[in-house]
Nanobody
Framework: QVQLVESGGGLVQPGGSLRLSCAAS????????MNWYRQAPGKQRELVAT???????YHAISVRGRFTISRDNAKNTLYLQMNSLKPEDTAVYYC?????????WGNGTLVIVSS
């Protein structure tokens, strides 16, 4: 059973930074694709960033140049470095991992950007 546990969320002022972590049970290199999603209050869940096994990345236009997805295989952890945060980045952030046609989700971590 794959378990994903997000951490690193919190309250931050506009312009600040946070680094989210997603700790996975097992070897994250076994996953074909890993993603960060977010869901703001009253809105649909949206894709924020993607990292493939081969190391290719994708970042949504709304976060491009501010957020960076990465991983540490030795720690079995996926990261999302978030800089220059804006109030519209406020959301619950979720980690997703995909392998063998199966998709696994964490429970999310809340990020609030407010002064």
């Amino acid at each position: 059973q794959v378990q994903l546990v997000e951490s690193g969320g919190g309250l931050v002022q506009p312009g600040g930074s946070l680094r989210l972590s997603c700790a996975a049970s097992g070897t994250i290199f076994s996953f074909n694709v890993m993603n960060w999603y977010r869901q703001a209050p009253g809105k649909q869940r949206e894709l924020v960033a993607t990292l493939t096994r081969g190391g290719s990345t994708y970042h949504a236009i709304s976060v491009r140049g501010r957020f960076t997805i990465s991983r540490d295989n030795a720690k079995n952890t996926l990261y999302l470095q978030m800089n220059s945060l804006k109030p519209e980045d406020t959301a619950v952030y979720y980690c997703r991992a995909n392998r063998d046609g199966m998709s696994y989700w964490g429970n999310g971590t809340l990020v609030i950007v407010s002064s």
